[in-house]
């Protein structure tokens, strides 16, 4: 839990103590009280007579009628303070911000320091009312201005502090540490005693080196910040905070008595000024809970989290951490339905104020602020994990609410932009496309331009541009009812004769029993939903580490057989085949009582699981690709509900085969690659060396696509098709065409960079390569977050016939982030992908097959992917060649369509 407290400065501080995440600022109405107390009145406390003293000082300054003034924003300034230090922000005080903004500029101008406090009251009064997310242009703003008009100054600290402020509302931990070391750089030169400015920088400091796992540098910023709020004012009541500061951090060490005791001192310092019923001393309560509970006496925990959940100030992130917390504690203490219940509380909390922000965030504020979210669920998946037999639907249906938000919200974004015609959007996304390719050039060569202060600059610009077009198409809003979706929807959804697997990486908390500790397990669950059955049944897959172990193994016998030449297939198919029996009995063989005979199972991979082809998993002697049950994934429960908006687009787009302009693909070494190799469509890579790979010429993609071409024409003649390769396959060509055709089909050299570029969006990280590329870089590569800014919503299946098009960062509950992600926003409704690096001329008899089944068979994509991956296992085992499933299992389709659902074709007959 931790407190905020803004407090005057020269304008007005917020102060921050962590030790779950429990700021208490704001009013929220939306949000029901979680018990029946209600506040004491304002004349009850010394803070409310300050509220009244700076209402009246207010009132003073407008009868003498001299307009807009600097002491009228000042006067202003003080009442907005007082409300917020007693917790009270409500519609008033937002209107009094938006007040103080427009007199600061009329009396001192928008460079003043007037206008920069305006700023920051602006930003902290929307982070009071839950509106994290608008504050933040606020806040930049005003540190903007005073780092360049009051470098070294007290406005300068106060502006840093509020944007690390904000910054850690929405998880921007970069961003939060960025700003506050700034105001520290300031407070800890010679000069003015900025002792109280630097307690209160330290307290957001502490939480930010907590969050970012630095547990000991948090403590000692905890320690220093109290002993300089003690040199400094050690009587003023907002020491308390401090003391609290400093209790999380004994509490999350495990020294209870120590933590005790600062707890109580923090609690007496508050209550004095701000009563006992206050949301300060609530806020303290919750944190003495939180020792109680881990102390194993429930008897005094419980009742403190009920007194700390009866704030009605708290913002509503914080209020869900506090439900988190009791449910974690019930869990421990043998509660077990409240602490479910407690749980999804939190959860729905955290994904409706989720909702709310992510609106107007750019993507990687958005991914930041997605991990930040109330950890509820992690509590009820546990419970359920070890008490099956309790209820479990309501549970499922927060599973499924909760999938996958950051693409649904992306995606939502993605088709009001398209909707969208106006010259200012078409303008803003043409400064945004400028920004991502300046960003992504800066990342390949730091060292020549300016190294991470230049990468930093440079996304900021990107990322405003992005909020600005978020803005625009913020107000729009959809698919309520499949996002309010659950059991019994997905039940009715289900096609005849099938079954819904749902795997779920969580965090497994301790259940009936003390827990101290708070260490979290990793581990997978599974629910399986059959349509005719009113119940989800959960099954324990056990901790995450033996899974994904197996897991890795797979994909190294994988790689090694791609690199290998040939050398060692049966060696490298053994080790596969034991990596893959040990992940089957893991995630497999557990499911098969539930998923019995179902002719179709539709998988919902999570966390490992969806690097993994469930048709490769060992049977026996043979595959599980050579049962009759067909094994389709999707990226969300969501998928099998959402319904689609006719767009009409006909033909096929053939695209690929670029003239790259070398011979060879040497991607890392200057050893002369293997046979194989040569020919994999491939290049994982550091930033800094894709701009010295040269990509090899393809000869199978020339092949490939000429060959898709025949078919198309043969059973689709009705419809046209357009064969794009050599030095016409450019990326301007692409994103040229690519919108106007209902298939796509690309096959070229694909690329994944590592994880160590500066940029934090992963979607920068990942893209195609088109012709030119060793020519020109900037005007060949195209990225998967360009990829997702197309209008593909008229595309119905798209096939990326290149090397690890399926992976990319993976993300627990948000699936993999990469190019299958980026095609899916872009609104392609089916992908077909690749889950390793794959032979040229393999996956073109792959693909033969493919088209085979979808336009001659009418396969749906579960039936022709599936069907396909058989066929090319079944002939290399006729010709007696290596049956590794590097060779036939590394494509595997994403995605559903409705019309699909009873396997009919989307061919055009």
Known sequence: MRLLIPVARISHIIALVPALVLPCLA????????????????????????????????????????????????????????????????????????????????????????????????????????????????????LEIAQKEFPDAEEGINASDELAYVCLYLNDLQCSKHAEEAAIAIERKPGPDHDWDLAYTLSTYAEVLRRMGDEKGSGAAAEECLAAALRSK???????????????????????????????????????????????????????????????????????YEFALQNRNSPYDDRADQHADFARSLASGGSLQRAIDEALVASRMGRESFTLQARVLPERQVLAYAQRRAKGLDTALSVVARHPD????????????????????????????????????????????????????????????????????????????????????????????????????????????????SYWAFSRRVVDKVDSHHFDTPAYLAVVVQPESPNARVIDLGDAKPIEDAVNRMRAS???????????????????????????????????????????????????????????LPDG???????????????????????????????????????????????????????????????????????????????????????IDSTWHR????????????????????LQDAPRYRVLHVATHAFVLDRRCGDDNPLLHSGLVFAGANRDRGASILTAQEIASLDLSGVEWAVLSACNTGTGVLIDGEGVLGLERAFRIAGARNVVMTLWPVDDRITARFMRHLYGERLEQHASTAEAVWDSTRKMLDERRAAGKSTHPWYWAGFVGSGWDPDESASESLARK
Not at 599 to 616: K, N, R, Y
């Open 715 to 734: 059973w689709n003649p009705a419809e046209p098709a357009a064969l794009i390769t050599g030095d016409q396959a450019t990326r301007a060509r692409f």
């Open 390 to 501: 309790l209820p479990t639907a309501a549970v499922y249906d927060e599973m499924v609410r909760s999938r996958a938000l950051v693409a649904d919200e992306m995606a939502r974004r993605q088709r009001n932009l398209n909707a969208s015609n106006d010259a200012e959007t078409a303008r803003l996304i043409s400064e945004l496309n400028g920004a991502r390719a300046d960003l992504l050039e800066l990342e390949r060569h730091p060292e020549k331009s300016g190294g991470d202060a230049a990468i930093f600059a440079a996304r900021t610009r990107m990322e405003k541009i992005e909020r600005e077009l978020a803005e625009r198409v913020a107000v729009v809003h959809e698919d309520e009812a499949v996002n309010s979706a659950g059991l019994e929807e997905l039940r009715h959804a289900l096609p005849p004769h099938s079954v819904l697997v």
């Open 621 to 707: 002697a043979s595959y599980l690709a050579e049962r009759k049950q067909v094994i389709h994934t999707i990226s969300s429960e969501r998928d099998l509900l959402t319904q689609y908006q006719p767009v009409h687009r006909s033909g096929l787009l053939a695209f690929g085969s670029p003239q790259f302009d070398v011979a060879q693909n040497n991607l890392a070494q200057n050893t002369p690659p293997p046979p194989s190799a040569e020919r994999l469509r491939n290049a994982s890579i550091p930033c800094d060396a894709l701009q010295q790979v040269e990509f090899g010429p393809l000869e199978g993609a020339a092949l490939e696509l000429r060959e």
């Open 234 to 304: 050690p009587d003023d009541p907002h020491v308390g905070v401090f003391e609290n500061s400093l209790g999380s951090h004994y509490m999350r060490a495990e020294d209870f008595p120590h933590a005790i005791v600062h707890f109580n001192a923090a609690s007496e310092r508050l209550s004095k000024t701000y009563g006992p019923h206050s949301a300060w001393v609530m806020d303290v309560a919750g944190n003495l809970a939180s020792v109680y509970s881990r102390s194993g006496d429930f008897k005094q925990a419980w009742p403190k």
């Open 558 to 616: 994988a790689n090694a057989e791609a690199h290998g030449g040939g050398v060692g297939s049966a060696r490298n198919e053994r080790a596969y085949r034991e990596a893959g029996a040990d992940l089957r009995k893991l995630v497999w063989d557990p499911l098969h009582a539930s998923v019995g005979s179902a002719e179709l199972v539709i998988l919902v991979p999570d966390g490992m699981l969806d690097l993994v082809p469930f048709a490769s």
């Open 27 to 142: 009013q929220q109405p939306a949000t029901p009280a979680a018990g029946n107390a209600t506040a004491p009145a304002a004349e009850a406390s010394e803070a409310g007579q300050d509220i009244a003293a700076a209402r009246a000082k207010l009132a003073k300054v407008e009868a003498a009628g001299k307009g807009d003034t600097v002491e009228l924003a000042q006067a202003l300034n003080d009442l907005i303070s007082t409300q917020l230090d007693d917790s009270r922000a409500s519609k008033e005080t937002l209107e009094l911000a938006e007040r103080e903004l427009k007199v600061a500029e009329a009396a001192a101008g928008k460079r003043s320091k007037a206008y920069v406090a305006a700023l920051s009251d602006a930003s902290e009064v929307r982070v009071a009312l839950g509106r994290h997310a608008e504050a933040r242009p606020y806040a930049e703003k005003a």
